[in-house]
């Protein structure tokens, strides 16, 4: 790291279970629990570097009750969520820049609302300590978590989204304020206590001992079972990964064979061909094919290539022989891409809707089991937008059973047709646009070379992580990942897993590769803590409480390298 000490900004989300406690609720297993947070975002200012660290997410609350299922967390019931102007607990929608840019009255702005005014309500949809203007919001105020009457066999989950602005930076998480309460003693209480104290308590003892005892051992948040993880696709659930089926929808019009943006002897085209040809060669494929890098998931790869009847077809090169192959076999047989020609109904124009349902009706012949991933890839010139977007949605859905992760990439685009293919994105369902800097198709496809000093979302990020499976931070106790160090002081984490968080986690944007990386600019990444208090719980932890926060900072990429530990420094 540079010993050029730029101010940077330290917000504080008291976002997983903020505060738990227990009220009083008489004899027996019975017991009541009050659930709150005293959220706060530190008001500390961004000067020279500009990070900004925003924030949202969707708690929800298992009791038990009909109609709920303890592995469904859709069936939870909604307990908080931001943002939530409405007041019913589940997230509102979240609207991206082309939605806001094509309607700024979605969130109260003017018709007329310039680009300032857009960027500053897209932000303004996220939690954080300075004022949104103009954006629909109102200003953040805790609390994130307000429950009550929690008992044994409860769980709950809370999803929490990080976006970064201005800057690539690195990401640290941390446990901070960590304090167990002992409840009022009544008679349950104190008998169960009095049982489980006996060989320290001796014959004579008083209350006052009894709740020394107690605090000392924090049993109400050692019984918590929890779980912290990358949340990667944001969905609150826990993904152990997958076969997946990927279908490459390429546009192969002639404009895709003019030269790259930035470049007097690329081809698009080219260098496109090149980029798909390492990223399948990265891949596990279903042959049994070993993979180039850490990717582990099975993939069964497809390439659908579109065209207009005057165009020629863009063909795999000949070096890629043993990878690309071009016998158009199903997804269950299939060994690498297979190249389907496909005719564009259009002539002197780029059919997306038709390029779709082409690659989604491929999709259909993937297993029902494994997840359907579709990329496009385009310059979207000629793109006629009037009625594109509806039959595109249909098409992604009644051709390919579902398709499960859809990616667009727009290459040597224009302004305005890098708005049209962002409109896509706004589709329903786990969508993402990509929009390449110049020629540079191959970072995102594969990532770029550094990505510490220019990071950009890349297919291999988006689609390793889901194929792959997420990766766990931590499993045990409450207790012990509030008060147990990660013991982590460089920046870097082997194995991801670790004993606890208090003193700092570093947090890496991309597992797929060596070493820690940095979070993008305007992208979205989650984290995911799920909680469950057990059946077997006793009488000693009535009415006890257990108050924490969780700690996120963020420090700005370029002139660092991440191995500075804020909260180290914070606890010394």
């Known amino acids: 790291m540079t010993n050029n000490n730029i101010p940077l900004s330290r917000r504080s989300v008291l976002g997983g279970l903020g505060a738990i406690g227990v009220a009083s609720a008489g004899a027996g297993l019975g017991t009541t629990a009050f659930f709150s947070d005293t959220e706060s975002f530190e008001n500390n200012t961004i000067t020279a570097g500009g990070v900004e660290l925003r924030m949202d ?12 299922d303890p592995e469904d967390h859709t069936t939870w019931e909604p307990i908080n969520a931001y943002p939530d102007l409405d007041g019913d607990n589940r997230q509102d929608p979240i609207y991206t820049r082309f939605q806001l840019a094509e309607d700024p009255t979605l969130v109260g702005l003017p018709v007329d609302a310039d680009d300032e005014e857009i960027e500053q309500a897209y932000r303004g949809q996220f939690a954080s300590f300075e004022e949104t203007t103009g954006s629909g919001n109102t200003p953040f105020v805790g609390p994130v978590i307000n429950l009550d009457d929690v008992k044994p066999g409860d769980r709950g989950e809370i999803t929490i989204s990080k976006h970064v602005f201005d800057n690539p930076a690195y990401l640290w998480l941390n446990a901070s304020g960590f304090e167990n309460t002992i409840g009022e003693l009544n008679e349950p209480k104190r008998a169960a206590l009095v049982d489980r ?16 005892l107690a605090e000392a051992e924090a049993q109400f948040a050692k019984e918590i079972e929890a779980t912290l993880w990358y949340d990667d696709d944001c969905d609150n659930f826990f993904d152990g990964g997958s076969p997946s089926c990927i279908q490459f929808v390429v546009d192969n019009t002639d404009s895709m064979g003019s030269q790259a943006p930035g470049s007097f002897t690329e081809l698009k085209d080219e260098l496109l061909i090149e980029a798909l040809e390492t990223y399948v060669g990265r891949l596990d494929t279903k042959d049994g094919t070993e993979p180039a890098d850490g990717d582990t998931g099975l993939f069964s790869v497809g390439l ?11 063909t795999p090169t000949s070096t890629a022989a043993d990878i690309v192959g071009t016998d158009g076999g199903s997804y269950t047989d299939s060994t690498g891409l297979q190249t389907i020609n496909y005719q564009d109904e259009i002539i002197g124009g780029t059919d997306l809707p038709n390029a779709i349902e082409a690659g989604a009706s491929v999709l259909g012949g993937c297993p029902e089991d494994e997840d359907r991933i579709m990329v496009l890839i385009t310059n979207g010139i000629n793109v006629d937008t009037s009625d594109f977007l509806a039959s ?27 708005q049209t293919l962002g409109e896509i994105s706004t589709l329903p369902g786990n969508h993402a646009f990509m929009l390449v800097s110049g020629s540079n198709i191959d970072a995102a496809i594969n990532g770029p070379t550094d990505p510490n000093t220019e990071p950009v ?8 992580f889901t194929a792959g499976g997420e990766e766990t931070i931590f499993e045990g106790s409450l207790y012990d990942l509030l008060t147990q160090p990660a013991g982590i002081t460089d920046g870097s984490v082997e194995g991801y897993q670790v004993d606890g968080i208090a003193e700092g986690y570093p947090l890496d944007a991309d597992r797929n590769r060596d070493g820690r990386q940095c979070y993008p600019n305007s992208d979205t990444r989650c984290i995911a803590l799920e909680w469950h208090l057990p059946f077997e719980v006793g009488n000693e932890i009535q009415g006890d409480s257990a108050v924490f926060s969780l700690d996120f900072y963020a420090e700005q990429c370029r002139h660092n390298d991440g191995s500075h530990n804020p909260f180290v420094e914070a606890a010394d």
């Open 392 to 418: 595109a949605s249909a098409n992604l859905r009644s051709n390919g059973g579902e398709v499960d992760q859809f990616l667009i990439i727009g290459f040597g685009t224009s302004a305005d047709d890098a």
């Open 304 to 314: 659908t290539n579109w065209t207009t009847v005057a165009d020629t077809v863009l």
């Open 197 to 212: 104290y006996s060989a320290e308590l001796g014959d004579s003892f008083t209350d006052a001992d009894l709740v020394a």
């Open 457 to 464: 979302t890349s297919v291999a990020e988006e689609i390793g």
């Open 57 to 68: 997410w969707q708690q929800s609350y298992y009791t038990g009750i009909s109609g709920q």
